[in-house]
């Protein structure tokens, strides 16, 4: 129904930059709100930003002032422009797609993008 496919990830040293997108095909609402979490071995999903269909984002704390998600809403895709990267934002990043209804919000997922970060 929904498939998340992320590119850009790779490997850089710390201080430096990445830039990861997400393309999603199938069937999109203009309501559906994206955005990106990471994950490392052993530890839960955590979010790194998102953004509405109206354009409001949210950022963990630990990438405020450093990432930033944007949209592209006739492409269907969602980038994450990471700069000043650290070793501690090493990890698979995953694309999200939310989609809320009367029902509930039911997440969509991509495959992941591995970033790593040498110190």
């Known amino acids: 129904q929904v498939q998340l496919v992320e590119s850009g990830g790779g490997l850089v040293r710390a201080g430096g930059s990445l830039r990861l997108s997400c393309a999603a095909s199938?069937?999109?609402?203009?309501?559906?709100?994206m955005g990106w979490y990471r994950q490392t071995p052993g530890k839960q999903r955590e979010l790194v930003a998102t953004m509405t269909s109206g354009g409001s984002t949210n950022y963990a704390d630990s990438v405020k002032g450093r990432f930033t998600i944007s949209r592209d809403n006739a492409k269907n895709t969602v980038y994450l422009q990471m700069n000043s990267l650290r070793p501690e934002d090493t990890a698979a990043y995953y694309c999200?797609?939310?989609?809320?209804?009367?029902?509930?919000?039911?997440?969509?997922w991509g495959r992941g993008t591995q970033v790593t970060v040498s110190s």
């Open positions: 999200n797609l939310a989609r809320t209804n009367r029902w509930g919000t039911r997440d969509y």
């Open positions: 199938g069937i999109i609402f203009s309501t559906d709100a």
